[in-house]
């Protein structure tokens, strides 16, 4: 329980700090009167002051917030709302900016530490009859060395570059029972019968071997921003899929992230940092949604501004659509955390 605390308060006082400087920098580079710069939300603990603003420490660690002069008025002098509809945009999006950019330096990160990999051979086990695989030419016994070109050491490789490829044609090098090797043509479905998979195959990974590796950073770096892109296009697919019905909606509240985040720290300090870098990507996305409290829910007002011709909608109803937002996003946070706890009471967890 310790580990999993302090991993878990580790990694979002990270995501916090990136988010939250994003906010910062360019408000005060945009000439926007910052008042308060806090990390968690009230009650404040303690706070100190350094010319005009005030930099605070609050108990709730689970976020943070840039309090700037002005937010919906735009008399306030030096308020946000003074400024143009670009600034306005540029200040309120820059946190989940910094949230898309951290992923490229903890990935690059990850893979510079010392980890373990597992490497070995995939091969076929089962090919269900009718699917991708099987109209392709893939057959049981079959192993399978690379997809699109990439190696696939591992099931959770062939997995990965499946799932980053749904709907689209694969190139998948294939090494027969007598040893021949040809380059075969699949496309993934979004929608495959149960228990079958994208491609329609059980695979398992044959004589494995857990080695230690070590990525050089001229290396590291390009990878770390591949797999950044990479974790974007899963996490896009994954929203497709659950709304197609292919995959469980699963939501975990602060509980169960803090519950996942113990469970891969427990692995090392790479998979961890990936793992931060996965939540980083995970709280741009949602921040940017048009939802109410959210950086989304601001900048869909103002949007909705510059499509009026420059009519503000009035300070007063933004902020109480805001703070209605804020309200059920709260609500919907102790439901999933009851759920959460149940689960952990249960012995299950989120990671299969």
Do not use: C
């Not at 048009?290 to 601001?298: F, I, K, M, Q, V």
């Amino acid at each position: 329980m310790l580990i999993s605390l302090l991993s878990f308060l580790a990694v979002i006082f990270v995501l916090v700090m990136a988010h939250e400087l994003g906010h910062f920098i360019t408000a005060r580079a945009s000439g926007v009167k910052v008042l308060e710069f806090g990390l968690g939300f009230p009650p404040r603990l303690f706070a100190v002051k350094r010319g005009d603003v005030t930099y605070s420490v609050n108990a709730i660690p689970l976020g943070g917030f840039v309090k700037m002069a002005g937010e919906e008025d735009p008399n306030v002098p030096g308020s946000l709302a003074s400024k143009s509809v670009a600034t306005r945009l540029l200040v309120m999006g820059a946190g989940s900016m910094m949230n898309f950019l951290l992923p490229l330096v903890l990935f690059s990160a990850a893979f510079m530490i010392p980890h373990q990999e597992v490497i070995g051979q995939v091969v076929v086990e089962q090919v269900a009859p009718g699917s991708p695989a099987a109209m392709a030419g893939i057959r049981a016994g079959d192993t399978l060395l690379a997809v699109n070109d990439k190696l696939v050491r591992n099931n959770g490789d062939l997995t990965r570059y499946i799932h980053l490829n749904l709907g689209a044609q694969v190139r998948i090098r294939v090494q027969h029972a007598d040893t021949t090797v040809e380059e075969l043509m699949a496309v993934p479905r979004w929608k495959p019968p149960e228990g079958q998979g994208p491609i329609g195959v059980v695979i398992q990974t044959s004589d494995p071997r857990v080695t230690s590796v070590t990525i050089p950073f001229w290396r590291a770096i390009p990878m770390g921003i591949m797999t950044s892109i990479e974790t974007f296009v899963l996490f896009k697919n994954g929203i497709v899929s659950m709304f197609v019905g292919t995959a469980p909606v699963e939501v975990a509240g602060p509980v169960g992230i803090a519950q996942v985040t113990g469970e891969v720290a427990r692995s090392g300090v790479g998979p961890l940092l990936a793992f931060a870098a996965f939540l980083s990507i995970n709280l741009a996305i949602i921040n940017i949604f048009p939802l109410p409290a959210l950086d989304g829910g601001r900048m869909a007002f103002v949007v909705v501004e510059w499509l009026r011709g420059g009519r503000r909608v009035p300070p007063k109803i933004e902020g109480l659509v805001h703070l209605i937002g804020f309200l059920l996003l709260i609500t919907f946070i102790l439901l999933i955390t009851y759920r959460d706890i149940l689960r952990i009471i249960s012995g299950d967890s989120l990671i299969p």
